[in-house]
């Protein structure tokens, strides 16, 4: 197994640095279900953030992108459930998606509640909001 990071996956994904693409295409296209490529939950928020602050992705995008890293053969993803059940919560709602995978952290924790000052995290994430 082979850990990737973040830059990987988003030079695999953006396309968008042509020193580093086809690195990160041979990389990922050397990946197999045998000797697959493994992405912390780290990674996978951090591809969302970079995604999510560049403003071209937007929530469609950087759910398309974590949908298809999700759905790699040759790739292992942390806590694979949960990060889905965070990527559905957040290309349906206006939460982000840290909120999002907070939340669905806590209910794989078996949390009964989830607290926050957060308004849109409560309403949109399924947290409770305090005060």
Do not use: H
């Amino acid at each position: 197994m082979t850990g990737l990071d973040t830059n990987v996956l988003l030079r695999f994904f953006a396309q968008d640095d042509a020193a580093q693409i086809l690195a990160a295409d041979r990389i990922i296209g050397s990946l197999t279900s045998e000797e697959p490529g493994w992405v912390s939950i780290t990674t996978i928020l951090e591809i969302a953030w970079v995604l999510g602050s560049s403003k071209q992705a937007g929530r469609i995008g950087v759910s398309a992108v974590l949908e298809k890293l999700l759905s790699l053969d040759s790739v292992i993803v942390e806590q694979a459930e949960m990060v889905a059940s965070a990527v559905r919560q957040f290309r349906s709602t206006r939460a982000d998606f840290a909120d999002c995978l907070i939340a669905a952290s806590a209910r794989a924790a078996g949390c009964s509640r989830m607290l926050t000052f957060d308004r849109i995290a409560a309403r949109d994430a399924g947290m409770e909001l305090i005060g």
